[in-house]
Nanobody, 124 residues
């Protein structure tokens, strides 16, 4: 059974940092694009960041560019999202996604596997 398990969410003040982790089990994702999405109350799930299988290429939503960094450790079958300079508008449930169908996978339907989500709350 394939599982993606997020960790690292929580409550932080504006300007603070959090690091999310997504540990995969049941299959390896070393050659596939992995991503992060988020969903705020009343809004659709939106793309945050993606990283190709080799880790060489990364992609970001304009809203997080320069503040968030996606990375991966294929030996651990885990990918990460370092979030710095957090803003109240970053508040959302963050989901990790695995098995992107192409290197530039920016929409939810392009991913086969999902984590359960972790809450990130940024207070002003």
């Amino acid at each position: 059974q394939v599982q993606l398990v997020e960790s690292g969410g929580g409550l932080v003040q504006a300007g603070g940092s959090l690091r999310l982790s997504c540990a995969a089990s049941g299959r390896t994702f070393s050659g596939e694009t992995m991503g992060w999405f988020r969903q705020a109350p009343g809004k659709e799930r939106e793309f945050v960041a993606a990283i190709t299988g080799s880790g060489i290429s990364t992609y970001y939503a304009d809203s997080v560019k320069g503040r968030f960094t996606i990375s991966r450790d294929n030996a651990k079958n885990t990918h990460y999202l370092q979030m710095n300079s957090l803003k109240p508008e970053d508040t959302a449930v963050y989901y990790c996604a695995g098995g992107g169908i192409r290197s530039t996978s920016f929409v939810p339907r392009q991913y086969a596997y999902w984590g359960q989500g972790t809450q990130v709350t940024v207070s002003s």
